[in-house]
Every structure is written in C-alpha cells, then in structure tokens.
C-alpha cells in the first residue's frame, strides 16, 4: 500500500463575479463540517463533476484524495456550513442520480483554511513552457521553463486545477500568433494567469478580482515572481470600475470563471476588447462549451479553439 498522496482537485470557490449575489467570505477560517465517503476513481470523477454542478452557487469546497492506488479508493469530501442535514441530504440525492450508493461519514472542520489544506503537497505542473509550482519545488525547474511560483493560499487559481493549465497553454498560443500589447485578467484569484502573461509577452497587465483577498494574494504573487511593475492588481466589482475605461481597450482577456457569469458578461467583454482582439475562457464544463460560444457570437465573436482537459474546456474567441 502506498503512503496517501494527495492528488486534491479543490472546486473554484464562486465568488460573487460582477454582480452575482452570493454570500461574501471574509471569514474563511469557519467552522465547517467535512461530509465524506471512499469510492473509486471513475466514480469519484463523476461525482465531483456533479458536485461542482449542484453547489457551484453556495461555493462549497469539494476534494479528492487519493488513500490507496493499489486498490483503486479515493476518498472525496465535501465541506459544508450552515445546514448540514440538508447538503448530506442533496449529496445523497446527487449520488442517487449518478445510481451509486455510499455510507456518508461527518467530520468537524474547526478554523482550517481548507484552501491551503487542500493544496498542501501538491505536485508542480508544467502547462506548455510554464511551470508552476511551489517554494518547495524551486529545485525541479528546467532551462528554459517560465516558472510561476505559487504558494497555496486563500485565492484560487495555481495552476492544478484543469481550467488554469487549460489557458496556461491556450495563452502561450495567442500570445505567440498575435503578440498582444495591453491584457486583463478578469476574476485573477491568485494571478498565476496575470504573472504567466507578463512573463511570456512582457506587457502591461491588469488583474481585477471581486474579492479584496484574492488581489492582495494577486499582488503579493506578483511581486515574488518580479513581474509586479508589469501587473496591476485592482478589487473591482464590475466593468463600471473605471479601472477599465482608463487601462481599456485591451488586446487580450483572460477569464477563468465559470460558464453562467461569464455568458451574462459577453456584451462588456465586447466593449472593452479591442478590434480584432482575442479572450481566452476557461471555468467551463465540456457540456456547458456551446451555450458559453453562443452567447459570445451573439456579440460578434467568432470561435477559434477549444482546448479539453479533465473534463473542462477553454475557449480561444477573437472580436
């Protein structure tokens, strides 16, 4: 039996992207309660796609954990506040849908900053030339490598999760074709797309997030990789910030969301991407891809790539 090792697939806590009335989350060191249960790896894949669907409104934290290779257990675990009857009562339901059946086991979660937990151990990702990885694995960079290094924290965003290694390589490819001179990183977390598009191309870059945390952790990103004179950090609800106007319009834009508000935001994204200018999207579900083009083509963009990885999608459009 081999020691766990955690392969950990933390869900994009949804924050309250442009007007999307979600509960705020200043306090992320809560009391939670961790509803788990052990299954094997194709059933756990499903289940968290279904989770990540049922609860992508509350933002609740969903993991994978990796126990026994050997014998095929993963362990997934779902960390809820407030009602815990009821979500135990919806993951049943979810687990019903999908025809499984598991005992599910309860755990206090008392003052844990799960995002930090989650993310402990992880190994380093390469995505085209990037490499994103942690202080711990500085040592495992290779010549000629463009490395971002990014600590586990309380923003989101580091490069693990399918749809940031989804635009690491999807940008390395606009950037190359088009040569883009002013960029956003709309909803940045914790600026590893911001940092990537400052190294690669080396220009001006504004990374805004809703969320006061994620641009502090955005800025203190920028700085450790030496590219803060190129990345501009700004908590900004919305694109009536007048951040936008002032640094707009811009060749390039970055948003790793999610499908449903980044369909709501097609008209301003057309308002603020210059003519012929190219947005790279990713936070999408393999199914929810043509519904996320249309409402974009609706605002005369037309469809240039798609790029699959682990379930998600990340889509290249030019104005």
């Known amino acids: 039996m081999h020691d766990p090792e955690p392969k950990v697939r ?81 993951v049943e339901e979810i687990l019903a849908g999908l025809a499984l059946s598991r005992p599910i086991a309860r755990e206090p979660v008392p003052d844990i900053d799960w995002v930090t937990r989650s993310l402990e151990g992880l190994k380093p990702v390469r995505a085209g030339r990037f490499f994103v990885h942690g202080a711990h694995d500085r040592r495992k960079r290779h010549s000629g490598e463009l490395a971002i290094e990014i600590e586990a924290g309380l923003a989101f965003g580091t490069g693990h999760h399918g749809t940031t290694a989804g635009c690491l390589e999807m940008l390395e490819q606009v950037v190359r074709r088009e040569r883009p001179r002013n960029a956003l990183d709309l909803g940045t977390g914790s600026a590893v797309l911001a940092i990537a598009l400052a190294r690669l191309a080396h220009i001006p870059v504004l990374a805004t997030d809703i969320d006061p945390v994620a641009t502090k952790v955005a800025g203190a990103n920028a700085r450790l990789n030496h590219v803060k004179a190129l990345v501009e950090t700004v908590t ?84």
């Open 236 to 319: 900004a609800r919305g694109f009536h910030h007048p951040i936008f106007a002032a640094r707009g319009p811009f060749d390039l834009i970055v948003a790793n969301i999610l499908a449903r508000p980044l369909m709501r935001l097609a008209p301003e994204m057309a308002r603020h991407i210059g003519l012929g200018g190219s947005i790279v999207l990713s936070g999408i579900l393999d199914r929810q891809r043509d519904a996320v083009i249309s409402a974009y083509v609706g605002q005369q963009f037309r469809h240039v790539r798609t790029l699959h990885r682990e379930g998600w999608v990340t889509i290249h459009l030019k104005r």
């Open 10 to 90: 933390a869900q994009r806590k949804v924050e309250p992207i442009f007007g999307q009335d979600h509960a705020h989350k200043e306090n992320r060191l809560m009391t939670q309660t961790r509803l788990y249960f052990t299954t094997g790896k194709i059933e756990a894949d499903r289940i968290f796609a279904a989770f990540e669907t049922a609860f992508e409104d509350e933002g609740l934290p969903i993991a994978i954990l990796e126990v026994d290779e050997d014998r095929d257990i993963q362990e997934v675990s779902l960390y809820a506040d407030g009602d815990v009857d009821a979500v135990e009562a919806r």
